[in-house]
């Protein structure tokens, strides 16, 4: 596969991650199999859609978002873990 195609492919699943709630989780599992086995990272825009540490997928009950000194926290409700990111000015 061609890198623009792993990103199509990872954009896709993200996307049915998105509609697929009750297999959201295995949805961004095998997004994050597929870009380290080719060598590509999860754009940006969708490494904020779920928690890095157990894979789940970012929807209305299972997080919470914080800002912190020019940080964006998220909260993971699964793993109770953090991921954090910067907020871009
Ligand atoms: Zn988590």
Redesign the pocket.
């Known amino acids: 596969m061609q890198k623009k195609e792993v990103l199509e492919t990872i954009k896709k699943l993200f996307n049915e991650a998105k509609l697929n709630t009750d297999k959201a989780d295995r949805y961004v599992e095998l997004a994050r199999k597929i870009g380290m086995k080719f060598n590509v990272p999860i754009p940006r825009e969708l490494k904020r859609k ?7 997928y970012f929807q209305k009950s299972n ?1 919470r978002i914080r800002t912190r000194n020019k940080m964006i926290v998220y909260t ?6 953090y ?1 954090k990111f910067k907020i871009k000015d």
């Open positions: 779920f928690c890095r540490h157990c894979n789940s997080y993971c409700f699964k793993c109770r873990k991921t």
